[in-house]
C-alpha cells in the first residue's frame, strides 16, 4: 500500500454488509436498516500519539484488526491513479479514538 498514515491515524478496509434476508424471501438492503456503524479491517497504522512533552504513545490497534468505528467517520482514500487499491473495495482514513471496538 502507498499510504502510511501519520500520528494516531489508521487506514482500514471497510467490510461489506451482507443483505439480510426475511422469511418470506425478501431481502432487505443493509442501507435501510438503521446501522450505526462501519465494520473496518485495518490495512495501515501510524506510529502513534506525540504527547506535548514530544513522547510517543504506541498504537493499541495493529495491522489486521477488525474493529468498530461509527458510521462515515472515516474519510474516504481517493482509488483514481492509484493502482494498488482493489477498485471493488472502499478504505479509508480515521483516528484510533473514532475506535469503538475491536472484534475478538
Same mark, same amino acid.
Given at each position: 500500500?502507498?499510504?502510511?498514515?501519520?500520528?494516531?491515524?489508521?487506514?482500514? @478496509?471497510?467490510?461489506?454488509? =451482507?443483505?439480510?434476508?426475511?422469511? #418470506? $424471501? *425478501?431481502?432487505? &438492503?443493509?442501507?435501510?436498516?438503521? %446501522?450505526?456503524?462501519?465494520?473496518?479491517?485495518?490495512?495501515?497504522?501510524?506510529?502513534?500519539?506525540?504527547?506535548?512533552?514530544?513522547?510517543?504513545?504506541?498504537?493499541?490497534? @495493529?495491522?489486521?484488526?477488525? =474493529?468498530?468505528?461509527?458510521?462515515? #467517520? $472515516? *474519510?474516504?482514500? &481517493?482509488?483514481?491513479?492509484?493502482? %494498488?487499491?482493489?477498485?471493488?473495495?472502499?478504505?479509508?482514513?480515521?483516528?484510533?479514538?473514532?475506535?469503538?471496538?475491536?472484534?475478538?
Amino acid at each position: 500500500m502507498n499510504y502510511k498514515p501519520f500520528g494516531n491515524r489508521v487506514v482500514g @478496509k471497510l467490510k461489506k454488509s =451482507v443483505e439480510k434476508k426475511t422469511e #418470506s $424471501g *425478501l431481502y432487505i &438492503p443493509s442501507t435501510s436498516e438503521t %446501522e450505526r456503524y462501519d465494520e473496518v479491517e485495518i490495512v495501515a497504522v501510524g506510529r502513534g500519539y506525540v504527547t506535548q512533552q514530544g513522547n510517543i504513545v504506541e498504537m493499541e490497534s @495493529k495491522v489486521g484488526d477488525v =474493529v468498530l468505528i461509527m458510521k462515515n #467517520s $472515516g *474519510l474516504p482514500l &481517493p482509488k483514481k491513479g492509484n493502482d %494498488e487499491l482493489d477498485a471493488n473495495e472502499e478504505y479509508v482514513v480515521f483516528q484510533e479514538s473514532d475506535i469503538i471496538c475491536r472484534k475478538l
